[in-house]
């Protein structure tokens, strides 16, 4: 499918952030190479156990968190649509001897470039809100998922998400859709020349655009697509600081000073397949 602008400037732009990301501090490849895991321990126990499963990463970026789940026991392939994300990914499997397969392929395309199906699928930090049509991308959860398969999100909260960014403490403000439109919720673009990782580094592309999804609106997809939720859980603490007011706790995570019971900061559901 030809790719449309928006998603063009995404990729641009995810292509771009690979080389920073790769030596960032916050990402730590160095870390990962000497045996610790980027997965979350909520997403380890929420998930359970993956030993001898076979596991399908949407949207891996260079596959920290794919290979983080190899490590884990797993037989790991992660799709992404940028090519120089899988191109790092392949290296970073390589150079750690943790094996891994990595596909290129925008997301809503992944049926014709992966032909399996899998026991898990799975889906980190920081992925749907680059996605327009969460239906679409259900659809795509589905088709990969084996009967009894499982799936399991852990993501930023879409109330989260909607937060007006320039809001320097509370009250906080309500900024962008909450719900899914069909523009995404900043139609001019974020423009923005560094990366979250907070290297400093500055990109060319700087324009990229997001996309919101109601709560409701993802689980009722996932619900229509025949997958059986076992939990929903929203969280009160997120595992990056996104917003500069957010205060770190002694578990690392980070959350809503004063009034932590105000605002939930991610959401995690594990689903079945049904057979
Ligand atoms: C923040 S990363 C998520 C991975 C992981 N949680 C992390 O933090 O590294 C988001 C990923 O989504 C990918 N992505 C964005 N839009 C996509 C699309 N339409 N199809 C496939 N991948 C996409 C980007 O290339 C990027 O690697």
Redesign the pocket.
């Known amino acids: 499918m030809p790719m449309d602008e928006y998603?063009a400037a995404?990729l641009a732009q995810?292509d771009e952030r690979v080389d920073i990301h790769y030596r960032s501090d916050f990402y730590g490849v160095e870390r990962f190479k000497a045996g610790e895991t980027t997965l979350e321990p909520l997403e380890r126990e929420e998930m359970g156990s993956v030993e001898g499963k076979s596991l399908l990463h949407l949207?891996?970026?260079f596959g920290?968190?794919t290979l983080s789940w190899a490590r884990e026991g797993a037989d790991v392939t992660g799709l992404?649509?940028?090519p120089l994300?899988i191109e790092a990914a392949r290296k970073l499997s390589n150079e750690s001897g943790v094996p891994g397969r990595f596909v290129e392929?925008?997301?809503y395309d992944a049926p014709e470039a992966l032909d399996a199906n899998f026991d898990v699928v799975y889906t980190?930090?920081?992925?749907l809100c680059?996605?327009p049509d969460i239906r679409g991308w259900v659809q795509i959860v589905g088709h990969f998922l084996k009967p009894g398969g499982v799936f399991y999100i852990l993501e930023g909260h879409p109330i989260m998400w909607a937060l007006d960014d320039d809001t320097p403490e509370e009250p906080m403000h309500i900024r962008w859709p909450y719900f899914e439109t069909d523009q995404p919720q900043n139609p001019e673009g974020w423009d923005d020349d560094e990366t979250y990782s907070g290297t400093g580094e500055k990109m060319q592309n700087t324009r990229s655009y997001n996309w919101g999804h109601g709560l409701g609106e993802i689980v009722t997809a996932l619900i229509d697509v025949g997958l059986k939720i076992e939990f929903l859980h929203e969280h009160k603490t997120c595992a990056w600081r996104a917003y500069p007011w957010m205060v770190k706790g002694d578990d690392d995570l980070w959350r809503v000073p004063n009034h932590p019971d105000r605002l939930p900061l991610m959401w995690s559901l594990r689903a079945v397949k049904e057979a």
């Open positions: 998603s995404n995810w949207q891996c970026h920290m968190d992404d649509f940028s994300a392929s925008e997301l980190g930090l920081g992925a680059w996605l």
